[in-house]
C-alpha cells in the first residue's frame, strides 16, 4: 500500500510540477462565455448559479451575478457543453470551437408542458460505465414514494406493490444479501452506510438465521445486506444515476454497482405535494432561495410519511420524516460548495395486537440521525490541472429497538457470567462440593455476586438493542487535461478515507427473562454486549484513471482504463483495475462498447468484530424435585465462551465483463449489453472445522446420603458459527433498451427495455450434520461431514417492459402505458453429494477423520458399516425447481398540470401471477395460486 501510495503521490506531484512550468499555448485554446438565462413568462431573465461543464476536458464553471459565464484555456475542437440548474430542463449539446466563442442559453422549467418530456430512465453515453439515469419528471410521474420504487425504471426492473411495510434494498443484476451489501449508495458523493449496524442478536449461534425478522429486533434493514431504500425520500433528489456496469475506479466499497443521488440545491419554487395510496401517505414541502448578492442559495425541504402494513393489521406500521437544507455558494472564484444538514427519522413498528392475548408480541425499530455533508469544486484550469473536487461527510444514527413476547416451551439454563469456564450454582457466590470435597463450583471475584438460572417453560421477555452508528467519509480527486492533436487525455487521480463504527450500548435483557435459546444450536446461549466496545473499521483508497479519445475522421475511440487500490482493517488490501471502451463504427450512428474490471467490498462490522459464542451445560438440576426441600434445590452450570472470529477473512471480489452495442437511427435509440459477472469470497456465516470445540460435561446427583456425587462425564462438541467467505456467485446475462423516439403526428413515444439473467450461487463450506445435538450427553455422537457445495442454487428470469407515453405539451397533459412481463422466472437447486457422509468429526477431540475415498457409494453401504448415526433423516431430491407462469403487470400513470400552480397525478396498477409449482425428480407434485391484484394512487401538487 506504502508503494503504491507513494507511487501516486509522486505521478501527482510531476505532473503539478510539469503544470506549473508549462502552459498551453495560446493558439491552441479558445476562450468560451455567455450568458445564461431562465424562461419567465414571455421573458428571459438572467440566472446565477446555473452549473456549465465540459465534461470531456474535466473543466466546470458557475453562473455569476448576470447569469454570466467564462471558461479560458479551452482546447480546440468539438466537446459536449452542459448545463444543470435545479427544476429546469438540463441542456447537452455538442460544440465546434475554433476561435473565441460566445454562446448564450436559455434554460426552460422541467415541467410536463415540454415537448419530449422524460418519464423513464435513460441510458449512458457509449464509452461509460453502463447506466441508467433518471430524472426529476419521471419521478413524479410515477409517484415514487422511496428511492426503491424508481429501481422498476431499469431494464428488468419491475413494478412492486407500492407499501414501506419491510425493508427494501437494492439488488443490481443479481439477488441476494451480497448482492445488496456489495451496491453502494452514494448521495451528494458520500455513500449512505451499512457497515456499521449490528441490529440483530447472535449470528455466530444463530448463523443465517439472524437475518429473520425475528432476529432484527423489531425490523429495519438487515446488517448482512445493504441500506434500506425505504428511509431515503426521493422529493428532495433531482436525479439519479444507478451504474449496473463498469464504475470508474472513483468509486469504492463495491461489488455489484452504485447508484448515485444528486439532491436539490439553489433557488427554486415552493412546492407542496401530497400523495396517497391505500396503504402509504405522504407530504412535503419543499423551495430554494437566494440569499442576496454574493451570499449564495439556500434549498429547503421536508416530508413525512406513513405506511399501514395491512388495512386489517393498522397495529403495523412504518412511519418516517426526514428534512434538508442546502446551502450553496461560490466561496471565492472558480471555489463552488455545497453544505448540507439532513435528519431523517423511522418507526418500523408492531404494536400489541387486541387478538394477541396468549403472546403479547410487540416490536419497533426507531431510529433517528443526521448527515453534514459538504462537497465543492475548485475550477483551477492551470496547465494540465483543470479541478480538484472534494467531499467531506459525517453522519450520526440512533437506532433503538426492541422486540417481546411470551417464550414458550423453554426449561432452559441461563447463567449470568461471561467469563470461559466459569461454574455457579442458583445461590450467588456460593461454593458447592461433592462428597469427597472436590469443589464442584469455580468463578473468580467478578462473578462472586452472580447465580444460574433455570429458565420456566414460559416466561415473558423483551430485549432491547441501542445501536448508534457513526460513518466518516471524506474524499479528494483532481482532473487533468492535455490535448495532443487529436487525442485528448484526461485524467482522474485521488484519494478516499472512510471510518465506521457504533457507539452504542448494545444488546440489553434481563438476564432472568433472556432471548429465547436458538433450539438449531446444542447448549447455545445469549449475552448483553456493548457495541461502544467494537473497534472502528478504517478504509483508505487511493485511485487514478486516464480517459482516452481519439478523433479520427468522423469517428471517435474513447478508452477508460484505472487502478484502485483499498486497505481496511484487519484483512489488509486489494488492487482493482477497471477499463471501459467505446468505438464509433458509424458516425453518430453506430458504436461498440465493452468493458472489464474488479469490484471489492471490504467486510462489515459483523463480520469483523462478531460476538462470542456462549453455551451452557447443566451440571446439576434438582429444580423442582419433591424430594428435596424448595430452598434447598441446586441447579449448577457450566459456562463455555468461545472466539467466533475468523483471522483469515478475505476481501469479496467481483469480476465484471460485458460488451454491447449502440445504435442512432434518426430519433431512435436501440442499445443492448451482454454480461458476466463473477463474485468470488462472498461473506457467509457457517461452522468450520475450527468453530467444534470438545468439552467434559460433567453431571452430578446426589447419593443415599444426600451428597453430590459425579454422575457421568461425557465429551461433548461446542459449535457455532464464525464469518468466512464460502459464497460465489455467477451472474450472466442481456440488458437492452430501446427507445423508438417520439410520433409527432400522434404526440406519443414507444420504449421498450427488459433484461435476461441468470444468477448461479454456492456456499462452498462444508456441511456438517449433527444428529444428536439436542439428546443428553451420553447420547451425542459423532458429527458427520459431507462434502462442501453440494447445492448449486439457480434462478432466471426474462422481462420486458413496454412503455407507450402520449402527452400534450399545450395543457400539460401525459399519460403512460406501461406493459411489464416477466416471461419466465424460475429458481432451482441441483444437489451433489449430500446423503453419503466424507467423514466425521470425533466427539472426544473434535479432530477430522475423512474416510477413503471410494470407500461408500451407496447409503446401505455406510449402513453395512455400522455408521447409521451419520446418516441424514431427510434427503434431497437430485434437483428441486420451482417455476413460474407468466407475471403481467399493467401501470397507467396519468399526470396533468392545471394552471401554472398545481398538478394531479395518478396511476392504478393491476398485477397478476401465480405462486410457484414445485417439481423433483422424487416429487412431481404441484401446487399453483392465481394471485391478481390492483393498486391505485393520487398525488397532489401545488408550486407558489
Known amino acids: 500500500m506504502k508503494k503504491l501510495f507513494s507511487l501516486l503521490i509522486a505521478i501527482a506531484f510531476s505532473v503539478l510540477t510539469v503544470t506549473a512550468q508549462h502552459q498551453h499555448a495560446h493558439h491552441n485554446t479558445v476562450k468560451l462565455s455567455g450568458t445564461i438565462f431562465e424562461r419567465e413568462n414571455s421573458d428571459s431573465v438572467p440566472l446565477e448559479y446555473a452549473v456549465i461543464a465540459l465534461p470531456d476536458y474535466g473543466m466546470s464553471t458557475a453562473s455569476r451575478i448576470g447569469g454570466y459565464y467564462e471558461f479560458s484555456g479551452v482546447p480546440k475542437g468539438k466537446t459536449r457543453l452542459t448545463i444543470t440548474y435545479v427544476g429546469k430542463l438540463p441542456v447537452e449539446q455538442t460544440v465546434n470551437l475554433t476561435a473565441n466563442t460566445v454562446l448564450d442559453f436559455t434554460l426552460e422549467n422541467e415541467n410536463f408542458r415540454i415537448k419530449e418530456v422524460t418519464v423513464t430512465a435513460q441510458a449512458s453515453q457509449a464509452g461509460q460505465s453502463t447506466s441508467s439515469i433518471i430524472g426529476r419528471t419521471a419521478m413524479d410521474h410515477m409517484q415514487a414514494t422511496s428511492l426503491n420504487d424508481v429501481m422498476s425504471l431499469l431494464p428488468g426492473g419491475l413494478t412492486t406493490e407500492p407499501n414501506l411495510s419491510a425493508a427494501k434494498t437494492a439488488n443490481i443484476r443479481g439477488s441476494g444479501n451480497m448482492n445488496s451489501l456489495g451496491t453502494a449508495i452514494i448521495r451528494d458523493g458520500a455513500p449512505v452506510s451499512n457497515n456499521a449496524n449490528l441490529q440483530t442478536l447472535n449470528p455466530t449461534i444463530q448463523g443465517t438465521n439472524a437475518a429473520n425478522s425475528t432476529s432484527l429486533v423489531g425490523g429495519g434493514s438487515n446488517p448482512m445486506s445493504g441500506s434500506d431504500?425505504?428511509?431515503?425520500?426521493?422529493?428532495?433528489?433531482?436525479?439519479?444515476?444507478?451504474?449496473?456496469?463498469?464504475?470508474?475506479?472513483?468509486?469504492?466499497?463495491?461489488?455489484?454497482?452504485?447508484?448515485?443521488?444528486?439532491?436539490?440545491?439553489?433557488?427554486?419554487?415552493?412546492?407542496?405535494?401530497?400523495?396517497?395510496?391505500?396503504?402509504?401517505?405522504?407530504?412535503?414541502?419543499?423551495?430554494?432561495?437566494l440569499l442576496g448578492e454574493n451570499r449564495g442559495a439556500l434549498n429547503v425541504n421536508a416530508d413525512y410519511t406513513h405506511n399501514t402494513n395491512d388495512p386489517i393489521e393498522s397495529y403495523r406500521t412504518y412511519q418516517r420524516l426526514s428534512a434538508r437544507v442546502m446551502y450553496s455558494k461560490e466561496l471565492w472564484k472558480h471555489l463552488r460548495s455545497n453544505t448540507s444538514f439532513n435528519f431523517h427519522y423511522g418507526n418500523d413498528s408492531r404494536s400489541l395486537n387486541p387478538d394477541d392475548e396468549d403472546y403479547k408480541r410487540a416490536s419497533r425499530s426507531e431510529e433517528y440521525g443526521f448527515t453534514l455533508n459538504t462537497n465543492g469544486t475548485w475550477d483551477i484550469n492551470k496547465g494540465w490541472l483543470k479541478s480538484l473536487r472534494y467531499v467531506v461527510s459525517g453522519t450520526y444514527t440512533s437506532k433503538q429497538s426492541f422486540y417481546q413476547s411470551m417464550m414458550t416451551s423453554n426449561n432452559t439454563p441461563y447463567s449470568m457470567t461471561t467469563t470461559d469456564g466459569t461454574i455457579l450454582s442458583n445461590f450467588a457466590g456460593q461454593d458447592i462440593f461433592d462428597a469427597d470435597g472436590n469443589k464442584i463450583t469455580d468463578f473468580g471475584d467478578i462473578d462472586r455476586d452472580k447465580y444460574t438460572y433455570k429458565l420456566p417453560a414460559n416466561y415473558f421477555a423483551r430485549y432491547d438493542i441501542d445501536s448508534r452508528e457513526v460513518n466518516v467519509f471524506a474524499k479528494l480527486v483532481g482532473t487533468l487535461f492535455k490535448q495532443t492533436g487529436m487525442i485528448n487525455n484526461r485524467i482522474l487521480f485521488g484519494a478516499d478515507f472512510r471510518t465506521d463504527g457504533n457507539v452504542g450500548h448494545g444488546k440489553t435483557f434481563d438476564p432472568t427473562a433472556p432471548p429465547q435459546r436458538e433450539v438449531t444450536s446444542a447448549n447455545g446461549s445469549f449475552r448483553p454486549r456493548d457495541y461502544s466496545d467494537i473497534p472502528f473499521i478504517n478504509q483508505?483508497?487511493?485511485?487514478?484513471?486516464?480517459?482516452?479519445?481519439?478523433?479520427?475522421?468522423?469517428?471517435?475511440?474513447?478508452?477508460?482504463?484505472?487502478?484502485?487500490?483499498?486497505?481496511?482493517?484487519?484483512?489488509?488490501?486489494?488492487?482493482?483495475?477497471?477499463?471501459?471502451?467505446?468505438?464509433?463504427?458509424?458516425?453518430?450512428?453506430?458504436?461498440?462498447?465493452?468493458?472489464?474490471?474488479?469490484?471489492?467490498?471490504?467486510?462489515?462490522?459483523?463480520?469483523?468484530?462478531?460476538?462470542?459464542?456462549?453455551?451452557?451445560?447443566?451440571?446439576?438440576?434438582?429444580?423442582?424435585?419433591?424430594?428435596?426441600?424448595?430452598?434447598?434445590?441446586?441447579?449448577?452450570?457450566?459456562?463455555?465462551?468461545?472466539?467466533?472470529?475468523?483471522?483469515?477473512?478475505?476481501?469479496?471480489?467481483?469480476?465484471?465483463?460485458?460488451?454491447?452495442?449502440?445504435?442512432?437511427?434518426?430519433?431512435?435509440?436501440?442499445?443492448?449489453?451482454?454480461?458476466?459477472?463473477?463474485?468470488?469470497?462472498?461473506?457467509?456465516?457457517?461452522?468450520?472445522?475450527?468453530?467444534?470445540?470438545?468439552?467434559?460435561?460433567?453431571?452430578?446427583?446426589?447419593?443415599?446420603?444426600?451428597?453430590?456425587?459425579l454422575a457421568s462425564s461425557n465429551s461433548v462438541l461446542s459449535s457455532w458459527y464464525t464469518p468466512d467467505n464460502c459464497m460465489s456467485y455467477i451472474s450472466k446475462g442481456i440488458e437492452f433498451d430501446f427507445n423508438f423516439g417520439r410520433i409527432e403526428k400522434i404526440n406519443t413515444s414507444i420504449s421498450l427495455n427488459g433484461s435476461y439473467i441468470r444468477n448461479k450461487s454456492n456456499n462452498g463450506a462444508y456441511t456438517f450434520y449433527e444428529p444428536n445435538n439436542d439428546k443428553t450427553a451420553a447420547k451425542r455422537t459423532d458429527v458427520a461431514i459431507y462434502a462442501p457445495g453440494t447445492l448449486d442454487s439457480y434462478s432466471e428470469r426474462f422481462s420486458t417492459a413496454l412503455r407507450v407515453t402520449h402527452n400534450l405539451p399545450s395543457i400539460g397533459f401525459v399519460v403512460t402505458l406501461t406493459a411489464q412481463t416477466v416471461w419466465k422466472d424460475a429458481d432451482w437447486g441441483k444437489y451433489g453429494n449430500d446423503s453419503i457422509p466424507i467423514g466425521y468429526i470425533s466427539l472426544k477431540d473434535a479432530k477430522p477423520t475423512f474416510f477413503e475415498e471410494g470407500r461408500f457409494n451407496t447409503i446401505q453401504d455406510v449402513k453395512d458399516a455400522e455408521l447409521n448415526h451419520l446418516l441424514k433423516n431427510t434427503l434431497h431430491p437430485m434437483e428441486i425447481k420451482e417455476s413460474y407462469s407468466p407475471y403481467f403487470c399493467f401501470n397507467i400513470n396519468v399526470t396533468k398540470e392545471i394552471g401554472d400552480m398545481m398538478r394531479v397525478s395518478f396511476f392504478a396498477n393491476n398485477m397478476f401471477r401465480s405462486y410457484p409449482r414445485r417439481e423433483s425428480k422424487r416429487n412431481p407434485g404441484s401446487f399453483v395460486l392465481l394471485n391478481n391484484r390492483f393498486y391505485f394512487g393520487i398525488e397532489l401538487a401545488l408550486t407558489l
Open 540 to 709: 483508505v483508497g487511493v485511485f487514478a484513471e486516464e480517459n482516452f479519445s481519439w478523433q479520427l475522421g468522423l469517428r471517435e475511440l474513447r478508452l477508460q482504463a484505472g487502478v484502485r487500490y483499498d486497505h481496511a482493517s484487519k484483512v489488509g488490501g486489494i488492487v482493482s483495475p477497471r477499463f471501459n471502451g467505446s468505438f464509433e463504427l458509424i458516425p453518430n450512428k453506430l458504436w461498440i462498447r465493452g468493458g472489464y474490471g474488479v469490484t471489492a467490498k471490504m467486510p462489515t462490522l459483523l463480520y469483523l468484530h462478531p460476538e462470542q459464542a456462549y453455551f451452557e451445560y447443566k451440571n446439576l438440576d434438582e429444580i423442582g424435585s419433591s424430594k428435596i426441600p424448595e430452598d434447598e434445590q441446586l441447579f449448577i452450570t457450566t459456562t463455555k465462551v468461545y472466539d467466533a472470529s475468523n483471522r483469515n477473512l478475505k476481501i469479496a471480489t467481483n469480476r465484471k465483463a460485458e460488451a454491447g452495442i449502440d445504435m442512432k437511427l434518426g430519433q431512435m435509440t436501440f442499445s443492448v449489453t451482454a454480461f458476466r459477472e463473477r463474485l468470488k469470497n462472498g461473506y457467509s456465516l457457517n461452522k468450520t472445522f475450527d468453530t467444534f470445540m470438545p468439552f467434559m460435561w460433567n453431571e452430578y446427583k446426589r447419593n443415599s446420603d444426600g451428597k453430590l456425587e
Open 229 to 289: 431504500l425505504r428511509s431515503i425520500s426521493t422529493d428532495n433528489i433531482e436525479s439519479i444515476e444507478v451504474i449496473r456496469g463498469i464504475p470508474s475506479v472513483e468509486h469504492g466499497d463495491l461489488t455489484s454497482g452504485a447508484i448515485i443521488i444528486n439532491t436539490k440545491a439553489g433557488r427554486e419554487p415552493l412546492r407542496i405535494t401530497a400523495k396517497a395510496n391505500p396503504k402509504v401517505y405522504m407530504g412535503s414541502i419543499g423551495t430554494g432561495f
